[in-house]
């Protein structure tokens, strides 16, 4: 069984910045991509960033430019650099794995394991 721990929230300033980091335990299949959603009270989860096993890496528009996906297949691990952070990137951050065909990598069903979330407060 796959789990994901997600780690580095917390409470920032706009402009600022937070590194959200994610270790997955066991590994299911081979070359699975890695990633993150969010989801703020009363929305859909929102697709932020997703590694792909062969290293392309996949943005939503809202933090594109903004926010760095990094990841390291030896260890299992993605870590999501938000820089310029807004109020309206406030919201759970939830780590995820799973092996999406290419065309739906922004769909959230696509990903079978999902961590436990992680809260990201923007104040202004």
């Known amino acids: 069984q796959v789990q994901l721990v997600e780690s580095g929230g917390g409470t920032v300033q706009a402009g600022g910045s937070l590194r959200l980091s994610c270790a997955a335990s066991?590994?299911?299949?081979?070359?699975?991509?890695m990633g993150w959603f969010r989801q703020v009270p009363g929305k859909e989860r929102e697709f932020v960033s997703a590694y792909r096993y062969s290293g392309n890496t996949y943005y939503g528009d809202s933090v594109k430019g903004r926010f760095t996906i990094a990841r390291d297949n030896a260890k299992n691990t993605v870590s999501l650099q938000m820089n310029s952070l807004k109020p309206e990137d406030t919201a759970v951050y939830f780590c995820v794995l799973g092996r999406p065909i290419l065309s739906a990598i922004r769909d959230r069903l696509q990903y079978n394991y999902w961590g436990q979330g992680t809260q990201v407060t923007v104040s202004s």
């Open positions: 066991g590994r299911p299949y081979s070359n699975y991509a």
